[in-house]
């Protein structure tokens, strides 16, 4: 009887939890989402002990969410407490380790710390090859997070094989355009444009923003982070008049879709202010970049 109580707890929270953060994340109502963590994770440790598997799911949960405001030190925190727990746990080869293991070294690349990532990233692909085989969606998006840190290292050669790799394998098992497969085909533009393959790269981020707009549409962050990079490349050009009437509008969705103080509208606002600023007083390219968050890399855990 005490079980069957306990699954049934479990199983109310499980439902608002799957129910209602959906809704939040889409809305980009992230301290909402961050609350609703925080009760799910409280309540959870009421019904089930520190240690089980669905607390940890929600500690993770909640270790993303301090992720995806950029709130670094509290994710790492709390990140390098669910890791060694699951590793005592479930095992270091368990894909909820992995998966761990992946958001650490998220919040690496974003602190700077790209060696300590890169370890940690060739750590989860070789395993995730060894467990899961070298097609699994979790083994590309292995590969892409390499590839990432490989770009912010500027190892463009090591980036661009990765890269290319991974997106053959998208458009082979998942289609042109799935998003993916999109999100595949922005991480190669921006490493093109990284190495200044400027003429190329408008033409290929166009036709990538107009895919993702018609399978995403205009909010998500994915299509708002080419409309970013589709900016800066206006302002290496030249086209400083483009660049700052994109980057203004990606401001303003920024703030709609992910809120004022988050750390990706931020760099959109002070952007959007030295287009403008720049071109109304200097006419000259700038030395500034707006590169956004990688929004892909982070993936919540829902308790099942």
Known sequence: MEKSCTES??????????????????????????????????????????????????????????????????????????????????????????????????????????????????????????????????????????????????????????????LERRKQLLGDEHPQTLRAMSNLVLTYWKQGCLQDVVMLQLATMEKMRWVLRDNHPWTLENMAHLANTYRDQGSLKDAEALGVKVMKKMKRVLGDDHPDTLKSMSLAATYRDVRNLMGTRLGYQLILTPFWVIRFRMIA
Do not use: C
């Not at 439902?15 to 961050?34: C, K, M, T």
């Not at 240690?51 to 993303?64: E, R």
């Not at 368990?94 to 070294?105: A, E, K, Q, R, V």
């Open 9 to 166: 707890r479990r199983a109310v929270i499980s439902h608002v939890h799957s129910f209602r953060l959906p809704v939040y994340l889409s809305q980009g109502r992230w301290s909402d989402a961050e609350a609703l963590h925080l009760v799910v994770l409280e309540k959870g440790k009421l019904v089930l002990e520190d240690d089980h598997p669905h607390t940890l799911n929600s500690m993770g949960n909640l270790a993303n969410m301090y992720l995806y405001q950029g709130h670094w030190k509290k994710a790492k925190a709390l990140q390098l407490m669910v890791l060694e727990k699951s590793k005592q746990l479930l095992g270091e080869d368990h894909p909820d380790t992995l998966i761990s293991l992946g958001s650490l070294t998220y919040t690496y690349r974003n602190q700077g710390l790209l060696d300590d990532a890169e370890v940690l990233e060739l750590v989860i692909l070789e395993k995730s090859k060894r467990l899961l085989g070298d097609d699994h969606p979790e083994t590309l998006i292995a590969m892409g997070n390499i590839a990432s840190t490989h770009r912010e290292q500027d190892h463009f050669t090591d980036t661009e094989a990765l890269e290319v790799l991974v």
